[in-house]
């Protein structure tokens, strides 16, 4: 039992136990005294009269709630008959030594540890004092001396082994409380938490060294009562730590549990955590007791973490989040009467996607953060900018005189943003659109933001650099384009889509033949024909029409080379594309495969783009044309004369045929301007031994300036109107005969026949 030894080993230490005190004890009971061994002369006798002893203290002990139990224990009765036997022999034999001492000290520590207490032990000695104090004093009547003598000694062997035993408790004890206090002491200097206690009746403090030294207070300086302490709160806080307090000591709170600041004797404001319960102490009086724990860095990581939750990194601006919560400030404080003008600003950057994509994002990064800068710099003091995610921001205007400021503001925005950004080593020039949403006084934030994303929305459309107000009207459009959006959605798989032809006719020496026809979509919804103008964008913006496009690509295939089938050899198959389209990677690929299983020549397709496509074109762009034209497929420049014209597409990529915009075309016979800007797009056609077609033919004019300009490839509703495939079969059996020389093409009557 090598902890038995060791607490031994302690509890001798403790107590100072050694032969010098065993013998000082023993001087103090006068057992060195003469007589005291007379005792040995009369032990067998004294033997006898203890097991007596024995047997009344059992009889004594199971009269005893307690003991009785114990005693009722199988074997327990005759364990304790010898075990005490040996004791009282050993009380009464000695010899009084340090051995003798440490063996006493033993089986108090073994007692101890069973939990045996003190009071049974002194219990057991009056017992046996008593008794045989009287059996003395009966065995030796004869002899009043010699019983008086022996009953001396007993006492003093008694006594002695009473003090070791009496020591030794106490002593565990004292161990025993040493440790839970060495305890306590560890784990508050490990938590490292002041202590503090208050009196409540008496208002008396008792702070922990720990707890002033969080402070710099030395104990000359400390709270001596607890307004001293309080004062130390800030006043904005004060209020709320002593109702705190009131509420624990009311009963109101299971504990005391504040988190609040403290100024330190250097004036800095520290973050605490005070956590405290009520209690009575042993005289009856009301106490709180608890700690004080520094908090100041996770105060700080929250403030920090916080901070982050609601802006934005790059710009360090208010995030969406923020933003939402500043507008709801806002649209509280519109709801006060006499409340001032406020609005809603929704800001995006123009071709922002394009920079990111073509420098870089951290060139894309630093722009952000310029126009966020320079944004700022338009705004009062008391207006909020936030980026709302991406190239968006938000800009809230509080308090304006009147509400046509909130566009002034927008107007300088777009000012402030003319001169080009540096960025890097590079210049660039930006521009935003801005919707402007005025904010009224119900409502809440979201459509204050829905309003002002309307206006941008708006704003976008008219092109970049633009900005747009909100009205009514602009959310009843949302409504129908959404409505819109939602069925067109189904469309395809509603099988409401069908493909219109229109002939594409050649016409020299004054006969007209049909060389192809362009398929142009037409959705049903209802009855109601859409015409493709209308729902075209809202499939680009979905992203929809990259399935629709290829579906429309494959069933006009079918049906060209299904003509082709019936005798129209050779008819040649125009399908326009969208940029989207174009920009899918492998979107080559997929033309092929729909060539091959349709079995339509590649030389009989056409894919019309756009001069839009090739303005926001990508490498990507190129290379697909390229593949495109490797594989017979022919391009068509589309709508030519309405975008920019740039005679650079023109040179750059495969494009073999141009087709004029019937905007030119309808006015062009009375109008000289249109006619020289016609004129030079034939001309340039031809110089680039491009096929030049000119689109929007509806009169016997439009086809005589035409034929004088020898544009022999034109379309339009004067031969025919886009049909369904079923409808415009016949027109273009029609129109593939070549008619005798004689009959004059040009002649109204016999176009009229063709024309629907
Ligand atoms: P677009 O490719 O320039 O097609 C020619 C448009 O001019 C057609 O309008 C046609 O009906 C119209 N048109 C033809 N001749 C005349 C005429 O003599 N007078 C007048 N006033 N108009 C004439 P539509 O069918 O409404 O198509 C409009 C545009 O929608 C097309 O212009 C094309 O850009 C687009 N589009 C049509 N189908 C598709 C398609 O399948 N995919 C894609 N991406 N766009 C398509
Ligand atoms: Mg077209
Ligand atoms: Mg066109």
Request: hydrophobic fraction near 40%.
């Amino acid at each position: 039992m090598p902890d038995l030894k060791q607490k031994l080993l302690n509890m001798q230490r403790q107590l100072g136990l050694t032969p010098d005190e065993v013998r000082q004890r023993l001087r103090l009971l006068l057992m060195g005294e003469p007589g005291f061994d007379c005792l040995a002369a009369h032990l067998p006798a004294l033997d006898r009269l203890h097991a007596d002893c024995i047997e009344g203290l059992l009889a004594h002990l199971n009269s005893i709630e307690g003991s009785a139990e114990l005693l009722a224990e199988p074997g327990r009765r005759e364990q304790l008959q010898v075990l005490q036997q040996g004791y009282f022999q050993q009380l009464l034999r000695g010899p009084y030594d340090m051995q003798y001492a440490r063996l006493r000290l033993l089986v108090g520590l073994a007692h101890e540890r069973l939990g045996v207490e003190l009071k049974w032990y002194l219990a057991g000695f009056h017992f046996y004092l008593d008794f045989m104090h009287k059996a003395i004093n009966r065995h030796w009547r004869s002899e009043p001396k010699l019983a008086e003598q022996l009953y001396g000694c007993l006492l003093k062997a008694a006594f002695f082994d009473i003090s070791l035993t009496a020591d030794t408790h106490i002593a565990a004890d004292k161990q025993a409380l040493q440790a839970s206090e060495d305890r306590y002491a560890r784990a508050v200097r490990g938590a490292n938490d002041g202590l503090w206690e208050w009196h409540v009746e008496d208002d008396r403090l008792y702070l922990s060294d720990r707890w002033l030294a969080m402070l710099g207070l030395d104990a000359a300086r400390a709270p001596r009562i607890l307004s001293d302490w309080t004062a130390l709160i800030p006043e904005a806080q004060r209020g709320s730590f002593l109702a705190a307090l009131q509420a624990h000591l009311d009963g109101r709170q299971a504990f005391l549990h504040v988190e609040c600041q403290l100024r330190d004797s250097w004036g800095r404001l520290i973050w605490v955590m005070i956590r405290a319960v009520a209690s009575t102490d042993r005289q009856g009086e009301r106490l709180l007791a608890g700690s004080l724990t520094d908090i100041s860095q996770r105060k700080q990581t929250e403030q920090a973490l916080a901070h982050q939750a609601l802006h934005d990194a790059l710009t360090g601006l208010p995030n969406r989040q923020q933003v939402g919560e500043l507008l709801s400030q806002a649209l509280q404080r519109q709801a006060k009467p006499g409340a001032r003008h406020a609005a809603v600003l929704f800001i995006d950057l123009d071709r922002f996607k394009l920079i990111n994509e073509s420098l870089g994002h951290q060139t894309g990064d630093q722009v952000l953060i310029q126009v966020a800068k320079r944004i700022e710099r338009c705004l009062r003091p008391g207006d909020h900018l936030g980026r709302f995610g991406g190239d968006e921001f938000v800009v809230l205007l509080d308090d304006l005189a009147q509400p046509h400021d909130a566009e002034l503001v927008g107007k300088r925005i777009m000012h402030a943003l003319q001169y080009p950004i540096v960025a890097g080593s590079r210049r660039l020039a930006v521009s935003v659109s801005i919707g402007v949403a005025p904010m009224k006084g119900y409502g809440d934030e979201q459509d204050a933001l829905r309003e002002a994303d309307l206006a941008l929305y708006r704003a976008k459309a008219y092109g970049k650099g633009q900005l747009a107000l909100y009205n009514d009207s602009l959310q009843e459009e949302a409504t129908q384009r959404l409505n819109l959006e939602n069925a067109l959605s189904e469309a395809l798989s509603r099988d409401q889509f069908e493909l219109y032809y229109q002939p594409i006719v050649q016409v020299s020496a004054g006969r007209a033949l049909v060389v192809g026809v362009e398929a142009l979509l037409r959705w049903w919804q209802g009855e109601r024909m859409v015409p493709p103008d209308e729902f075209i964008p809202v499939l680009e913006e979905s992203g929809e029409i990259v399935a629709v496009g290829e579906w429309v690509l494959r069933q006009a295939c079918t049906q060209v080379r299904q003509w082709h089938q019936q005798g129209l050899a050779g008819l040649r198959c125009s399908v326009n594309l969208s940029s989207r389209q174009l920009q899918e990677p492998g979107f080559a690929d997929r033309v092929a495969q729909i060539l091959k299983e349709t079995s339509l020549p590649a030389a009989s397709l056409v894919l019309e783009i756009t001069e839009s496509l090739l303005m926001r074109d990508g490498p990507d762009t190129l290379a697909a044309l390229r593949e495109l034209e490797s594989m017979g497929v022919r391009i068509a420049l589309d709508d030519f004369g309405t975008g920019f014209s740039s005679l650079g597409y023109l040179h750059r990529y495969p494009l073999h045929i141009i087709k004029v915009d019937k905007s030119f075309i309808t006015k062009a016979p009375n109008d000289e301007r249109l006619k020289a800007i016609s004129r030079a797009i034939i001309g340039l056609g031809k110089g680039l031994d491009m096929d030049v077609i000119a689109e929007g033919i509806e009169t016997p004019e439009q086809m005589d300036f035409l034929h004088n300009e020898g544009c022999q490839f034109v379309q339009g509703y004067w031969f025919s109107r886009p049909q369904s495939a079923a409808a415009i079969h016949p027109v273009l059996q029609r129109l593939s005969v070549i008619e005798s020389p004689e009959t004059p093409l040009l002649e109204t009557s016999a176009a009229t026949a063709i024309v629907q």
